[in-house]
Nanobody, 130 residues
């Protein structure tokens, strides 16, 4: 069983920055593929970013809406994955969720599917004011 706990959300003005953290339990964190999703009121949960493992190397992936503004990173020594969010926009307002997949990553784009992930955090609210 893996527990994920997000932190770092809050209220920020448009153009500002926030860094989300997701601390994971378990000894196999270095083998997990990690993702960030978000859900705005009245909308479906959507993929934001992921970091997958292929041939022992980390590969980052981003949705088009955040590419160039958000950065995902992983610190295996701290069992933590981060989402650095810069140049925030009001449309980034949502609850942000961290997720872990214990599956092997063979390439492809299924990292954007919420069903690929086995464990989820409780979410952290990010609100961007205009």
């Amino acid at each position: 069983q893996v527990q994920l706990v997000e932190s770092g959300g809050g209220l920020v003005q448009a153009g500002g920055s926030l860094r989300l953290s997701c601390a994971a339990s378990g000894r196999a964190f270095s083998t997990y593929n990690m993702g960030w999703f978000r859900q705005a009121p009245g909308k479906e949960r959507e993929f934001v970013a992921a970091i997958t493992i292929r041939w022992s190397a980390d590969i980052t992936h981003y949705s088009d809406s955040v590419k160039g503004r958000f950065t995902i990173s992983k610190d295996n020594t701290k069992n933590t994955v981060y989402l650095q969010m810069d140049s925030l926009k009001p449309e980034d307002t949502a609850v942000y969720y961290c997720a872990a997949s214990t599956a092997e990553y063979y390439g492809g784009t299924y990292y954007f599917r919420s069903t690929w992930y086995d464990y989820w955090g409780q979410g952290t609210q990010v609100t961007v004011s205009s």
